[in-house]
């Protein structure tokens, strides 16, 4: 119920929907031509630096701009008990008789999703599990403040200030090797962040 609930409210048609749009349904393959108010230079550089330099699209990807893995980001963590991520969320649900593997699951042993049939191969003491969470969705991201899994960073520069000097260390597993400072200049990282602002857009509730 939960699922069904969520599935029905949806973002639509944000700035760079709408850039995209005019730029790929046009002959004209110079996207100058099809910046607006709201998507201009600057929005189009920070999407360059998403795709190039920043290398943003390997984890945020897709039209959700998501990948829907695990990572480790390297934040620190300085309260006990410390969170282990993936790593006690597989230990859990693997445990947890309500399962999809379970009896009081509604497929049956022929039915069953590939994704229900991997948990029998998920290991929980895997080194790249500890310590890493899911990829969240970048769409509206500029309306979730704040950010990381328990808020620590309050606003998207703080989050491309971590991402681009990259000085923290994990305070369970180890960081992705992949992740390295990006090293951005202030006018980079304005961009970056036009760019994420332009992937707002009205929420609306198909529930009501």
Not at 23 to 44: G, Q, T
Not at 91 to 100: A, E, I, Q
Not at 101 to 124: A, M, P, T, V
């Amino acid at each position: 119920a939960f699922e069904a609930f969520e599935k029905g409210i949806v973002a639509r048609d944000s700035a760079f929907d709408q850039f995209i749009r005019r730029w790929m349904l046009s002959s004209n393959p110079d996207p100058r031509v099809h910046f607006s108010e709201k998507f201009n230079f600057s929005e189009f550089l920070g999407f360059q630096i998403f795709l190039g330099k920043g290398a943003c699209h390997v984890c945020h990807s897709g039209p959700y701009f998501k990948d829907n893995q695990f990572h480790n980001i390297g934040l620190p963590q300085s309260q006990a008990p410390f969170d282990l991520g993936r790593s006690l969320g597989v230990l859990t649900v693997k445990k947890d008789r309500f399962n999809c593997q379970g009896i009081f699951s509604k497929d049956s042993s022929r039915q069953k999703s590939e994704s229900c049939r991997d948990l029998n191969f998920l290991d929980s003491e895997t080194p790249e599990a500890i310590g890493s969470f899911k990829t969240p969705t970048l769409r509206n991201v500029a309306e979730t403040a704040p950010y990381m899994r328990d808020g620590r960073l309050r606003t998207l520069r703080e989050v491309l200030e971590h991402y681009n000097k990259m000085e923290t260390h994990s305070g369970v597993g180890f960081r992705e090797e992949t992740l390295k400072p990006l090293n951005l200049s202030e006018h980079e990282i304005a961009a970056l962040e036009d760019f994420l602002r332009s992937l707002s857009s009205r929420v609306e509730d198909l529930n009501l």
